[in-house]
C-alpha cells in the first residue's frame, strides 16, 4: 500500500509517548487531538446555532443571469467577499451587504484569461486563481478586480493554498508526474522550491474529491485523520492535528481506497474525515463520516476554543433522519459545505447549499411556518425570497458553551 513509510513513521510517534520530539524538533505533546467520539452528551441534541455568537445573515444579489449554484469556497479581503463557484468556473465579488460587484477575470483564450477556475485562494489584497488546464495562477487586484500577472507551472494540481510566507502550493488529489509527492511549493516567481506530501505508490490508491485536503499551511491525506502543518524552514512537515471518531477509518488502511469502498458497499463502520477548517483561537470545525443504523453520511464536528467538542451525539447534524434543524438543512450538510474562516475579522463565512435546500425543501418550508427558525433576520430573508437563493451566514464562534 502507498504511504506505507509515512504511516510507519506516524503509528511511532503515537505508540511512543517518551520520545520526546518528532523528526523536525517539535514536541509529541504539541500534538492536539480533537476528540468526536468522547464528548459531554447532552439531554437532547443541540443546535450548530448555538455554539455560534454575533451572527448576521445577508442574501447575495446577482442578476438572474449570473445566480450562484453552488458557493465551494469563501474569502475575505477588505469590505469584500470573494465566492467561487466552481460549476460556473467563476469567482464572484460581493460587498459585505451582498451586493453584486462582478466576476474576478474572464474565461478565454487571451494571455490575461483562463479556460477555469480549479481554486482559488487571497493573499496580501490579491486573488489567486489556479487554472488547472492552464498549468497557472492568475493574479488579481482585489480593490478594482483587474488583472495583475500570471505565473506559470511546469506542472499541475487540483487546489491551491498561498502560504503565509507567500509562496504557493498546489495540491493534488493524487500522485501526477515522475515522482511521489503531492504538494508543490512554488515562489511567486513560479520557480519550484520544494515538494511535500510524500507517497508510495504500490498501486490500490485512488483519491475521491472530498478527501484529502489543503487549507492554509494544513493539509490532510486522503482518507486519513491526521492533519499536517507545512514546514518550510525544515525538512520535514509535523503532525498538528488527531481528529478522532467512532468507527474511524485506521490509518494503516489510509492509502487503501478499494478497501474503503469495499466497506461502504458492504456497510461496514469505517468513517472518514473530510473537510476541516481551522480558527485563530484554537478552534477547529470539519465534517466526518458517519453511520448510524441504515443511515450514513457526513457530520459536522466542532471544537470550541475552550477545548469542548461537539459531534453526532451531542449535536444536531445531518447523517441520521429527525436529527436536523433548519441551520443543518440549510448550511451543514456535509461534506463539500464547509464554513471558512476569516482572519480579518476572526469570523467564519457559510453559504447555504442550493443542493441540500432543494433535498430538504419541504421540512424548511415547515420550518419557517413553525417558527423553528431561531433568527428573525434568516426567517424575514426566507419568508420574502426564493429558498434556493444563496444566504450568507457571518458568525463567531462561542469561546465556551
Known amino acids: 500500500m502507498k504511504n506505507s513509510r509515512l504511516l510507519i513513521f506516524s503509528f511511532l510517534i503515537f505508540l511512543f509517548p517518551s520520545c520526546a520530539k518528532d523528526a523536525n524538533g517539535e514536541s509529541k505533546s504539541e500534538i492536539i487531538v480533537i476528540d468526536f467520539e468522547n464528548v459531554v452528551e447532552t439531554d437532547s441534541l443541540i443546535s450548530p446555532r448555538e455554539l455560534f455568537s454575533e451572527v448576521e445573515f445577508f442574501l447575495l444579489k446577482t442578476p438572474d443571469s449570473l445566480k450562484i449554484t453552488i458557493a465551494s469556497k469563501i474569502r475575505q479581503v477588505g469590505d469584500k467577499l470573494f465566492i467561487l463557484d466552481q460549476k460556473r468556473n467563476n469567482i464572484f465579488a460581493f460587498d459585505k451587504a451582498g451586493n453584486f460587484l462582478g466576476l474576478v477575470g474572464w474565461q478565454g483564450q487571451g494571455p490575461t484569461e483562463f479556460s477555469e477556475v480549479s481554486d482559488f485562494d487571497v493573499h496580501d489584497k490579491h486573488i489567486y486563481i489556479y487554472s488547472r488546464g492552464d498549468f497557472s495562477v492568475f493574479i488579481f487586484d482585489s480593490t478594482n478586480l483587474e488583472f495583475i500577472r500570471r505565473i506559470k507551472f511546469e506542472d499541475w494540481g487540483m487546489q491551491i493554498s498561498v502560504l503565509n510566507s507567500g509562496n ?9 508526474g515522475d515522482d511521489s509527492y503531492n504538494i508543490n511549493i512554488y515562489s511567486q516567481e513560479g520557480v519550484l522550491l520544494d515538494k511535500r506530501m510524500f507517497y508510495d505508490e504500490e498501486g490500490n490508491y485512488q483519491a475521491m474529491n472530498y478527501t484529502g485536503f489543503i487549507s492554509g499551511d494544513y493539509y490532510t491525506y486522503p482518507l486519513s485523520s491526521i492533519i499536517y502543518k507545512i514546514n518550510e524552514d525544515a525538512k520535514n512537515d ?23 469502498t469495499q466497506n461502504e458497499r458492504n456497510k461496514k ?25 441504515s443511515s450514513n453520511g457526513f457530520t459536522l464536528g466542532v471544537r470550541l476554543a475552550s477545548g469542548e467538542t461537539f459531534g453526532h451525539l451531542n449535536l444536531k447534524h445531518a447523517a441520521a433522519k429527525g436529527k436536523r434543524d433548519i ?16 482572519k480579518q475579522t476572526e469570523s467564519y463565512f457559510v453559504a447555504s447549499n442550493s443542493e441540500s435546500v432543494g433535498i430538504y425543501y419541504d421540512e424548511i418550508s415547515v420550518d419557517i411556518r413553525s417558527g423553528s427558525v431561531y433568527d428573525d433576520e434568516l ?14 451566514m457571518k ?7
Open 168 to 176: 504557493i502550493a498546489l495540491y493534488s488529489l493524487m500522485i501526477e
Open 238 to 260: 509535523s503532525i498538528k492535528y488527531e481528529i478522532n471518531f467512532p468507527g474511524r477509518l485506521p490509518e494503516s488502511d489510509a492509502s487503501n481506497y478499494m478497501l474503503f
Open 269 to 293: 463502520n469505517d468513517n472518514i474525515l473530510t473537510k476541516f477548517e481551522l480558527g485563530g483561537q484554537g478552534e477547529f470545525i470539519c465534517h466526518y463520516h458517519f453511520r448510524e443504523g
Open 327 to 342: 441551520y443543518v438543512r440549510m448550511f451543514f450538510k456535509g461534506p463539500y459545505n464547509m464554513p471558512y474562516y476569516s
Open 379 to 392: 426567517l424575514s430573508i426566507l419568508s420574502h425570497t426564493d429558498l434556493e437563493e444563496i444566504v450568507i
Open 395 to 401: 458568525f463567531k464562534l462561542k469561546d465556551s458553551f
